[in-house]
């Protein structure tokens, strides 16, 4: 009569439990173990560290695939030489992402070029680092998301949806004059979210230019007031990145 090695015992438990992160490295500490370098508790406290490690890298995936980054753009990346004006200490700051934590909106206005679009994904990048869920999106996409919504009676599903996101990165404010009824959808977005949970916001208008962007002045006001409550702003100034690497 033959019996099973307790450790192909313990693999079939492990695959059963779906504990895949202990299962993989199951070998290696077991090796460990018997030469003598790990006692039973530290072989079962490596084997369960083993397995949350796995975990949240998977989780940190998943985050990543979600968050619709286009390109791969960090703080590190970031030319701080290019446009030294830049407010550097500010976004390291907000790198911390407390303004995440503190449910705090961020502006980032200033010309084309000089950076704003890189800022706010490496924010969101930070963002998704310290487990925080992440949605990258532009203005236009925004309102055909919600659009699309209306016409399939999914539209408060949708908006909950939304509002529930962590940080939301909406590029490009004011890029296209909003019409009716995107300002109305709009002004859901961030009222839904209000003091719950933070948006960035980048825009090439200045934040006064920003009422020209609605149709409705008042719900424009309404939704500009909430917006800028307790939000973070950064001005960006100087030369364009895209200009100085155009090809002449």
């Known amino acids: 009569m033959t019996t099973n090695h307790p450790t192909t015992e313990l693999e079939k438990s492990l695959k059963q439990l779906k504990l895949s992160g202990m299962l993989q490295c ?38 990543f695939k979600k968050a619709g980054f286009k390109g791969q753009k960090t703080i590190e990346n970031f030319n701080f030489d290019f ?9 390291n700051e907000l790198a ?37 869920d992440v949605l990258c999106t532009t203005q236009t996409e925004l309102s055909d998301k919600l659009q699309a919504a209306r016409a399939t009676n999914s539209y408060s599903k949708t908006l909950s949806a939304i509002a529930k996101i962590k940080l939301l990165i909406i590029d490009d404010l004011g890029l296209k004059p909003l019409k009716s009824p995107q300002d109305e959808a709009f002004h859901d977005v961030i009222s839904t979210r209000y003091e719950q949970t933070s948006t960035i916001i980048t825009s090439n208008l ?6 020209q962007a ?33 090809r002449k």
């Open 214 to 246: 609605f149709p409705n002045q008042l719900l424009g006001a309404a939704t500009i007031d909430r917006i800028l409550h307790n939000a973070f702003t950064l001005k960006l100034e100087g030369k364009s990145y895209r200009s100085a690497n155009r």
């Open 96 to 132: 911390t992402c407390n303004f995440v934590r503190e449910c705090c909106p961020v502006i980032i206005v200033g010309p084309c070029g000089t950076g704003k679009t890189h800022i706010a994904q490496a924010l969101g990048f930070s963002a998704i680092q310290q487990g925080f």
């Open 83 to 91: 446009n030294p004006k830049i407010n550097r200490s500010m976004i």
């Open 206 to 211: 200045t934040v006064d230019e920003w009422l």
């Open 26 to 63: 199951l070998s290696a500490r077991t090796r460990e173990a018997s030469s003598g370098q790990l006692s039973h508790c530290d072989y079962l406290s490596l084997l369960t560290q083993d397995e949350i490690l796995l975990r949240e890298q998977r989780r940190y995936k998943s985050r």
